[in-house]
């Protein structure tokens, strides 16, 4: 037997062992991504989402009532509105009110509605920390978390196959 041989063999005889703590390891990241999914969604439906639905009640029944001057007047909500996303940046300040022509009546202005203020404040705090990039100096974004854990998850996934197909290879040339 040469060295190559009884290394196969050793091989072949722990690969049951190496991919039983792979899948530890698979089910230790997708726990994490389970209680990081269940932050997420806290946070996007409890904080962003309860914000947004508040905002748009006061954007429609109190400054649109307040601002608009003619029946023809609308909101126009932009892209960004109540997104949840880093790049562009969600928020609640992307909507104007215009006049039947288009022309802006009134767009978001901080100190003009407290209780909208406090809401944009708080949708902001929400989405930053929903979105955060870990390449922005911080660590605290859920989603790339999320995404990050997921890859590592498809990463041990493909490990885990190829050390239990290692086996039956490692067994045909270890004799």
């Known amino acids: 037997m040469t060295q190559e041989t009884d290394r196969l063999k050793v091989m072949a005889k722990n690969a049951p062992d190496q991919v039983a703590k792979i899948e530890g390891?698979?089910?230790?990241?997708?726990?994490?991504i389970d209680s990081l999914t269940k932050?997420?969604?806290?946070?996007?439906?409890?904080?962003?989402?309860?914000?947004?639905?508040?905002?748009?009640?006061?954007?429609?029944?109190?400054?649109?009532?307040?601002?608009?001057?003619?029946?023809?007047?609308?909101?126009?909500?932009?892209?960004?509105?109540?997104?949840?996303?880093?790049?562009?940046?969600?928020?609640?300040?992307?909507?104007?009110?215009?006049?039947?022509?288009?022309?802006?009546?009134?767009s978001y202005s901080s100190g003009d509605y407290p209780d909208l203020d406090t809401l944009v404040g708080d949708y902001s705090f929400g989405n930053d920390y929903l979105t955060r990039p870990t390449t922005t100096g911080a660590s605290y974004g859920i989603n790339p978390k999320i995404a990050s854990l997921t890859g590592a998850a498809n990463l041990l996934n493909e490990n885990a196959d190829k050390v239990a197909d290692s086996q039956a290879i490692f067994d045909k040339y270890a004799t």
């Open 25 to 32: 390891s698979i089910a230790s990241v997708e726990s994490a």
């Open 39 to 106: 932050q997420k969604d806290s946070i996007e439906n409890g904080v962003c989402g309860k914000a947004k639905t508040d905002a748009i009640d006061i954007i429609e029944n109190t400054i649109f009532p307040d601002k608009s001057t003619n029946p023809n007047d609308f909101i126009e909500y932009g892209s960004e509105f109540g997104i949840i996303s880093y790049s562009p940046l969600g928020n609640l300040t992307d909507w104007e009110i215009k006049d039947e022509f288009g022309a802006t009546i009134y």
